[in-house]
């Protein structure tokens, strides 16, 4: 080859060089970029340790410069205090990925060390990747303390709820000492969050209109009209209009203007309906239809007309006898029962006895100005006394003993005739009709719980021809 082929491809290996160099210097740029974009800090290390690359976001995080690091093998750099320990040096003592948390610069951190292996399995490098936890913990802080707060205000909004039932119920004058009124209480207040419908059962004068009003003046509806109506009370010609309404010339007498009814008064709020029992058959097919569809069709009119209405019934009566007398329909009864709350009678929670005494006492006191007391005898009478009329005869007797006895105490002479006859007659009972009376009564509550004598003696722990033999000798009609 002549010298001047030897120039000539000693130029080319030249070039040739010159583009490898430019095009590494290229990727050399590109990497150093791509490094510095990273929002992660990156500090890159040879096989001993020693620094090679920190990117911007390393500074930034740490505080820690390059020239602090490069050149510097990372076991000197902890010596320093840099970093409290080094993730480089446990990669390349365990030749494997190590996370660990790290205090660089002050500021606590999450190190990632990763090795990079050659052809032949030898660590050439760490690659080590830190996040600021500072920030994080500072959001963990703040999110811990919010979650805080809001238990606060849960805990305050719970607490104003409660008191908020509690003013609710002391301005009703709701009266449970006993266990089974604070259960019922506390089931009122339980369905008054949500939209179910209500069958309250008791005897007549239980105060099954009070729970009825416990369930909407602590419902969100309280608020909304709260409208009764006693569906004995009204003529069963009158009824439909009082509660579906009428348009004008719908009947004979019927306001020219017609009439909104009650459902429509009761819009957005309760609908109390008393003594359902009472409520004529052919009514109750358009009552189910407006629970059904939560519409309603004035009398003479065609037009439906929605409603947003909370229906609570309450009866006296046992409507399941009723229909299976045909007297009240099943599915009305079903769309009605939703939820049943039954009212026990005083004689069975004689512990509220007094406490109601003294609360309808002070009640009078207050209204008239009066300072009447009731002496411990006549006390002790009033709680021992049958009240069939449950807590509205309560009620009646103390204002009536209130406003007509002339001195201040109210003694036995005061209390009216059949409270005394009532105590002489318990007196003269034997043991033996008490301990009767009150079998009767426990087998009649378990028998309208269970249905049948089979459960029903179950329930009691008995057989059932026991069972069935007490019912005769106690005259309960028997079941089958």
Same mark, same amino acid.
């Given at each position: ?13 030249? /070039? ?36 090679? +690359? ?25 010596? /320093? ?5 080094? &993730? ?24 990632t060390g990763s090795p990079v292996f050659d052809e032949e399995g030898n660590i050439i490098n760490v690659i080590t990747n830190i996040r600021d936890l500072t920030e994080l913990n500072r959001l963990k802080e703040e999110l811990e303390k919010s979650k805080?707060? $809001?238990? +606060?205000y849960r805990r305050e909004l719970h607490q104003q709820r409660h008191q908020q039932q509690e003013s609710v119920l002391e301005q009703l004058g709701v009266v449970a000492h006993s266990k089974v009124m604070q259960e019922v209480i506390a089931l009122a ?13 008791? /005897? ?17 509806? @309280? ?13 069963? $010609? ?31 709020g309760t609908l109390f309906l008393d003594e359902i029992g009472d409520m004529p058959l052919d009514l109750q097919v358009k009552l189910l239809r407006a629970l059904q569809e939560f519409e309603i069709t004035r009398v003479g009119g065609s037009q439906t ?33 939703? &939820? *049943? ?13 007094? *406490? ?7 009640? &009078? ?36 003993? @209130? ?68 019912? +005769? ?5 028997? /079941?089958?």
């Amino acid at each position: 080859m002549s010298n001047h082929q030897l120039l000539r491809s000693d130029q080319s290996d030249r /070039e040739e060089l010159n583009q490898a160099l430019k095009h590494a210097d290229q990727l050399n740029k590109q990497l150093e970029l791509i490094i510095n974009s990273s929002y992660d800090g990156i500090y890159i290390s040879d096989s001993e340790g020693n620094g090679l +690359k920190v990117n911007d976001a390393y500074t930034r995080i740490t505080g820690i410069r390059a020239e602090q690091l490069l050149g510097k093998n990372m076991k000197d750099v902890v010596k /320093e205090g840099l970093v409290s320990e080094s &993730v480089t040096m446990k990669v390349l003592e365990t030749k494997q990925p190590v996370t660990i948390m790290q205090r660089a610069g002050g500021k606590e951190v999450l190190a990632t060390g990763s090795p990079v292996f050659d052809e032949e399995g030898n660590i050439i490098n760490v690659i080590t990747n830190i996040r600021d936890l500072t920030e994080l913990n500072r959001l963990k802080e703040e999110l811990e303390k919010s979650k805080a707060l $809001n238990e +606060k205000y849960r805990r305050e909004l719970h607490q104003q709820r409660h008191q908020q039932q509690e003013s609710v119920l002391e301005q009703l004058g709701v009266v449970a000492h006993s266990k089974v009124m604070q259960e019922v209480i506390a089931l009122a207040q339980k369905v008054a969050t949500v939209d179910s419908s209500v069958l309250i059962l008791g /005897e007549s004068g239980v105060g099954k209109e009070v729970i009825a009003q416990v369930i909407h003046y602590t419902s969100n509806r @309280a608020d909304q009209p709260f409208i009764k109506v006693n569906c004995g009370a009204i003529p069963k $010609n009158l009824l439909e209009s009082e509660l579906f309404g009428y348009e004008r010339g719908a009947f004979t007498g019927a306001d020219s203007r017609g009439k909104a009814g009650l459902f429509e008064r009761a819009d957005g709020g309760t609908l109390f309906l008393d003594e359902i029992g009472d409520m004529p058959l052919d009514l109750q097919v358009k009552l189910l239809r407006a629970l059904q569809e939560f519409e309603i069709t004035r009398v003479g009119g065609s037009q439906t007309i929605k409603v947003n209405v909370r229906v609570i019934s309450a009866t006296n009566k046992d409507l399941e006898q009723l229909i299976k007398e045909g007297q009240f329909r099943k599915d009305l009864y079903y769309r009605l029962n939703v &939820v *049943p709350i039954y009212i026990p009678p005083i004689r069975n929670r004689s512990s509220d006895i007094v *406490p109601l005494i003294y609360f309808f006492l002070n009640r &009078v006191n207050k209204k008239y100005g009066l300072n009447k007391v009731l002496s411990k005898q006549a006390l002790q009478l009033l709680q021992a006394y049958f009240w069939p009329g449950n807590v509205r005869e309560i009620q009646n007797i103390v204002e009536r003993l @209130a406003v007509t006895t002339e001195e201040d105490e109210i003694s036995i002479d005061d209390l009216p005739f059949f409270i005394n006859q009532d105590h002489r007659r318990q007196e003269q009972r034997s043991l033996k009709s008490m301990v009767m009376s009150y079998e009767k009564e426990i087998i009649q509550q378990k028998l309208k719980k269970y249905k049948t004598t089979r459960k029903t003696a179950q329930s009691l722990g008995i057989s059932q021809s026991a069972l069935v033999k007490k019912m +005769k000798r106690l005259g309960i009609k028997t /079941e089958t």
